[in-house]
């Protein structure tokens, strides 16, 4: 069974700290992403990866880094966190691109951040 | 800049009743059209897709619609159950491989009341 594990599902933090999110994915799956759910906006990508080592912003990146030492470990950084970062995050993975094979994305179950 | 719109934001149904949820795009380079359904504490998961070459997708109850020339997709639910209780999103992307980015809507929040 395809499993993507987000370590921590809920976490508050204070203005200014360091915060760390943690995803791993069993499926040796290249590309994985990380998306923000709130109300009312759905899901916004903020960073993917599709290899070990490398990173792409997605559409809201600013305030935040990834990490990719690890094929199978994706990391997502708030440096120093903010009261607008309190939000639910999604981490996802896909199998690399093949042409006319429609690759399912699979999500974690979340990790739902409160910054003070 | 929200480019799939989505409606309504939330949707309250009766038991066997039909749920209908809508989705506008502007970008007319999407090729790919998933729903993906998420239940409380869950991350979503696929629900069912439709590429633009067919208007009409069915799977057991869900139905996609799919109106090129206005933009437009829907999912239906037919026969709705409370068990069909979740957010609902609608996603959009450029090319049906996962090396594309999926642009989701907003969400809706469907109660199907017993």
């Known amino acids: 069974d395809v499993k993507v594990t987000q370590s921590s599902r809920y976490l508050v933090k204070r203005t200014g700290e360091k915060v760390f999110l943690e995803c791993v994915q069993d499926m040796d799956h290249e590309n994985m992403f990380w998306y923000r759910q709130d109300p009312g906006l759905g899901l916004r990508l903020i960073y993917f990866s599709y290899d070990v080592k490398m990173k792409e912003k997605g559409d809201i990146p600013e305030g935040y880094s990834v990490s990719r030492e690890k094929k199978e470990r994706f990391s997502l950084i708030l440096e120093s966190a903010s009261t607008n970062q309190t939000s639910m995050y999604l981490c996802?993975?896909?199998?690399?691109?093949?042409?006319?094979?429609?690759?399912?994305?699979?999500f974690g179950e979340g990790s739902w951040l409160t910054v003070v | 800049q929200q480019q799939v719109k989505q409606s309504p934001q939330s949707l309250i149904v009766q038991k066997g009743g039909i749920s209908i949820i809508n989705c506008a795009y502007e970008?007319?380079?999407?090729?790919?059209f998933p729903w993906y359904q998420q239940f409380p504490g869950k991350g979503p998961a696929l629900l069912i897709a439709?590429?633009?070459?067919?208007s009409e997708k069915k799977e057991g109850r869900f139905t996609i619609s799919f109106n090129k020339s206005a933009k437009q997709f829907s999912l239906h639910i037919m026969d709705s159950q409370p068990g069909d209780s979740a957010t609902y999103f609608c996603?959009?992307?450029?090319?049906?491989?996962?090396?594309?980015?999926?642009?989701f809507g907003e969400g809706t929040q469907l109660t199907v009341n017993p």
């Open positions: 970008n007319t380079a999407f090729d790919y």
């Open positions: 996802a993975s896909t199998q690399m691109d093949r042409p006319s094979s429609g690759n399912t994305i699979y």
């Open positions: 439709i590429r633009p070459d067919v």
């Open positions: 996603a959009a992307k450029i090319g049906e491989t996962s090396g594309s980015r999926l642009t």
